[in-house]
Every structure is written in C-alpha cells, then in structure tokens.
C-alpha cells in the first residue's frame, strides 16, 4: 500500500514539474504577417502583425511585441476559431531605440496587433522607412507593402521578391524571412508620389 501511494505521489509531482517547464517553455512564433498599407483609410499608414503560436504552447500568457513610440495602437489580440477577435486590454511600456514594448495576455493560438502612425516625409514626392525589430523568434515572417491607389513611382529597397492583386485593385509587394532570431531587425524604404491627399479609401463613418 506504501509502495502505491508512493507511487501516485512521485507521478503527481513529476506531472507538475513537466507541466511547470512546458508552461515557461520561451514563447515563439510559428507564422507571422506583417502588413504595411501607406494612406489607407487615413493620411497616416496602417500597421497589422498577424500570426500564430505553435499549438503545444500553453495558453493563456502575455505576449509582447515592439511598435515605434507614439503610435496609436488600435488593437491587440486572440483570434477565436470563427474568425472574431477576443477583447484584450495591453500595457505599454518604453523600450530602447525609441520603440515601446505592447503586451498583452494572449488567450488564443492566432493573435493580432494593429497600430497607425505617420513616418511619410515630403509631399508629393513622399518616402518612409519601416522597421520591425523582433522581440520573439519566428520560423517565418512575411512583410507585404500596400501600393496606395493613386501613388506613382512607387519604389521599394531593396526590392520586393513577389507582386500580387488583391479583389480590390491594390498592388502587394511581398518579402518572406525564415527563422527570425529574437533581436532581428526587418527593414524596407518606402517612396513614391501622390499628390492627392485623400487616403486609397473613405473610412466608414461610425454609426
């Protein structure tokens, strides 16, 4: 009977300290998207990070990502199965190299940060840099620029590797980087000319 109890106490133990590793296991990213859309729906640009945790991670836990300082976060979140985001709240923090550390508890295995900012120079002829610096390994990162409707000139450097239309007329420029270390630093430069103001669509008026 000894030798039972024993037995089961030894199991729960060794249940919760391989449960307690798997739970600090360092978090990572499986697939990430990083969208970029200059003068979208305002005279600003639109940022979304878009991906995934592998599924083994143990969830809920906080998550944490690096946007430049100032920005308007619009979002961060889960995605649920069915496509709806969950609702989060995040805490901002100051972070080096003028960046500011987003975190916030992610309770799915899909997660979303959106944010606007505006980083354009120069009218008509207008130019940017954008920069993603990695606070988490990612297997793969995709980065894809939104060509605004009505710019011309539109140069990117270095150049994208891939072009793509979506249903709505826009242009894609396409870049795909394979495991991103933490610490790792994605960056694009961003010209082109428009000389009309209005962003490539109206934003919907809130009823």
């Not at 305002?42 to 995934?52: A, D, K, N």
């Not at 940060?113 to 120069?122: H, I, S």
Request: charged letters at 20%.
């Amino acid at each position: 009977m000894l030798k039972q109890i024993s037995f089961v106490v030894t199991a729960i133990i060794s249940f919760a300290f391989a449960a307690t590793v798997h739970a600090e296991d360092p978090l990572r990213i499986s697939s990430m998207g990083i969208f970029v859309f200059p003068e979208y729906d305002q005279p600003g640009v639109l940022v979304q990070y878009q991906g995934t945790v592998p599924e083994k991670t143990a969830l809920p836990r906080d998550i944490s990502f690096l946007v430049p300082k100032g920005v308007g976060i619009a979002a961060a979140c889960g995605i649920k199965a069915d496509g709806t985001h969950t609702s989060e709240t995040w805490k901002e923090s100051d972070a080096a190299d003028g960046l500011t550390q987003v975190t916030y508890k992610l309770s799915e295995p899909n997660f979303h940060v959106e944010y606007y900012y505006n980083p354009l120079v120069g009218s008509p002829d207008k130019k940017m840099e954008f920069v993603y610096k990695a606070l988490l390994p990612a297997d793969e990162i995709g980065l894809d620029i939104q060509h605004p409707l009505k710019a011309t000139n539109f140069v990117l450097s270095p150049e994208a590797s891939n072009l793509h239309k979506d249903n709505d007329g826009f242009t894609y420029h396409s870049y795909t980087f394979k495991q991103v270390a933490a610490g790792a630093q994605i960056s694009t430069n961003i010209a082109y000319t428009k000389t009309d103001s209005s962003p490539s669509i109206t934003k919907p008026a809130s009823a």
